[in-house]
T-cell receptor, first 116, second 109 residues
Framework: DSGVTQTPKHLITATGQRVTLRCSPRSGDLSVYWYQQSLDQGLQFLIQYYNGEERAKGNILERFSAQQFPDLHSELNLSSLELGDSALYFC???????????????FGEGSRLTVL | GENVEQHPSTLSVQEGDSAVIKCTYSDSASNYFPWYKQELGKGPQLIIDIRSNVGEKKDQRIAVTLNKTAKHFSLHITETQPEDSAVYFCAASYQKVTFGIGTKLQVIP
């Protein structure tokens, strides 16, 4: 158990809909990361938050948004869903900011999104 | 931005043989290079990492080497066992953590 909790584990929805994925980081970790893993694809970095502030952005679509709340949990919002958004979405956390304190990412077990 | 290339994409070895996975990165600012193992239905888990001021690191049957000049790093698994079968990801990190495409390792008993 990594200590990172993601909900829901599975989600099936229709095209055009909006969903919210939730992540609770490990106790004490200030950074939260979101990754997308499609079939036969690697881990595509979406976005990182550090202590409530956006710190780095990857290939995140404009239809997607995220935030980190004061209690450090994070939510990833996916809207106007398309078939191609079907993927496994991972949240990870780490202790500090990457530049001053690079270190291990602790991954949750992922939220599997299926768009029909 | 950073680009990490990883090969091979699939690797089959006999139990007891060695396995080698190679990665290259593009951003000379990257200073941390972790390797993750992902088992079926689970999130990736760190197995070993190396920082840019170190050339080699070993942990039991697993070793990682880093060549900063050539911008490449490799994972070596010796005496492979069936439980080593999984997908392995390399990554390079400065501000972002950029992952390679992954290598599916199959250890044949």
């Amino acid at each position: 158990d990594s200590g990172v909790t993601q909900t829901p584990k599975h989600l099936i929805t229709a095209t055009g809909q909006r969903v919210t994925l939730r992540c609770s980081p490990r106790s004490g970790d200030l950074s939260v990361y979101w990754y997308q893993q499609s079939l036969d694809q690697g881990l595509q970095f979406l976005i990182q938050y550090y202590n409530g502030e956006e710190r780095a952005k990857g290939n995140i679509l404009e239809r997607f948004s995220a935030q980190q709340f004061p209690d450090l949990h994070s939510e990833l919002n996916l809207s106007s869903l398309e078939l191609g958004d079907s993927a496994l979405y991972f949240c990870a956390s780490s202790v500090g900011d990457r530049i001053t304190n690079p270190g291990e990412l602790f991954f949750g077990e992922g939220s599997r999104l299926t768009v029909l | 931005g950073e680009n990490v290339e990883q090969h091979p994409s699939t690797l089959s070895v006999q139990e007891g043989d060695s396995a080698v996975i190679k990665c290259t990165y593009s951003d000379s600012a990257s200073n941390y290079f972790p390797w993750y193992k992902q088992e079926l239905g689970k999130g990736p888990q760190l197995i070993i990492d190396i920082r840019s001021n170190v050339g080699e690191k070993k942990d039991q049957r697993i070793a990682v080497t880093l060549n900063k000049t050539a911008k490449h790093f490799s994972l070596h698994i010796t005496e492979t066992q069936p439980e080593d079968s999984a997908v392995y990801f390399c990554a390079a990190s400065y501000q972002k953590v950029t992952f390679g495409i992954g290598t599916k390792l199959q250890v044949i008993p």
